[in-house]
């Protein structure tokens, strides 16, 4: 057998202990972003869920000594429940592949372009995803001249809607840059898009049903006290949208999923233009499971619901990274080969 059709011991003792039901999970949540808050409510109600299902479950909040917290719960796979930096980016999904501790999710590569909205729009190139035209300004340049106004700016790595600013003329775009480069030094602006709010989650490559994003205070838009606070919000499954915009967006969202390398679930946003057109906007490769999150929503709309949907993503735990098989390429400074 080759090394690409191995299963590494630590995914195949994962896979036959929640075949047995024997498994213990570890939810790792909170976290070290700015999102910390959300995540600690994605976390509980993933736990929750997986308790209710019978299953051995430990909740970690995700600071500097994971990898102690780890070693000491000794999980047969972690369920990621984490958002931002630290978390959705790539860092602890790189960590569990050197435990070998299997994990929901993306890899490594994934989560860290998927996680940068200007490298994600770059990767998506040349693809059928539609993308708003846009520009990329750093700290330290002049501020940019003869951009389309309004536009939207934000930061590149800023999730749930933080990092995120509308632009109507060359006084708020100087206010803009200087706010968001105390979050980062570089800001993506982006063309405005107006139309209806949308998103697609994508579960294991299959686009679920698209759900309409419908703030109440419709002069604002989704912003994170509307995504996060129960009644700012109308979520409406399936969206009301032509099928034409639908089966477009749907589309999109895989093709995104698939050239990204993307893997469990992960959301797509979209806005759809007056012409029926969906103009994709960013992809979450670990969206949110609170009471207002739109994947579970999509999930439940599709037949599956809370616990049934937690329960399949932690079955598809892996590793993503083989494991050397001659171990003394392990060993510093020892030269292999002939």
């Not at 790792?28 to 736990?47: I, Q, T």
């Not at 980016?89 to 590569?109: F, H, K, N």
């Not at 994947?295 to 050397?324: C, K, N, Q, Y």
Request: hydrophobic residues 45%; charged residues 25%; contains cysteine.
């Amino acid at each position: 057998m080759s090394p690409s059709t191995t299963v590494d011991p630590a995914v195949a003792r994962a896979r036959s202990r929640m075949h047995d039901g024997t498994a213990r999970i570890a939810v790792l949540k909170g976290g070290m972003s700015a999102e910390r808050a959300v995540s600690l409510k994605s976390g509980k109600a993933v736990a929750a869920a997986l308790r209710e299902r019978g299953w051995d479950v430990v909740e970690i909040d995700v600071q500097p000594d994971l990898p102690a917290r780890l070693v000491e719960a000794a999980p047969d796979l972690a369920w990621l429940a984490l958002h931002g930096p630290f978390g959705e980016d790539g860092c602890v999904q790189g960590l569990l592949e050197i435990m070998r501790i299997p994990y929901t999710g993306s890899d490594v590569r994934g989560s860290a372009v998927a996680m940068d909205k200007i490298a994600t729009k770059r990767m998506l190139r040349d693809t059928v995803v539609r993308l708003p035209g846009d520009a990329v300004w750093e700290w330290g340049e002049p501020m940019p001249e003869g951009l389309d106004l309004p536009l939207i700016a934000k930061t590149p790595r800023g999730g749930s809607t933080i990092g995120i600013q509308r632009v109507t003329d060359s006084g708020e775009l100087e206010a803009a840059l200087l706010s968001l480069s105390e979050m980062d030094e570089v800001v993506l602006l982006e063309q405005l898009i107006e139309g209806i709010e949308i998103t697609v989650a994508v579960l294991d490559g299959t686009a679920l049903p698209v759900v309409e994003i419908r703030p109440l205070e419709r002069e604002g838009f989704f912003d994170f006290e509307a995504k996060y606070t129960e009644g700012c919000t109308e979520y409406i499954v399936p969206a009301p949208i032509s099928e034409l915009a639908a089966e477009d967006a749907r589309k999109q969202a895989v093709a995104a999923y698939t050239r990204l390398g993307l893997a469990g679930i992960a959301r797509a946003d979209f806005i759809v233009d007056a012409h029926d057109r969906a103009w994709f906007l960013e992809v979450n490769t670990i969206p949110g499971m609170t009471a207002t999150s739109l994947s579970p929503m999509a999930a439940g709309e599709a037949g599956t619901d809370f616990g049934a949907l937690v329960e399949h993503i932690a079955r598809s735990a892996t590793l993503h990274v083989d494991r050397a098989r001659d171990q003394d390429t392990l060993v510093p400074g020892k030269v292999t080969g002939g």
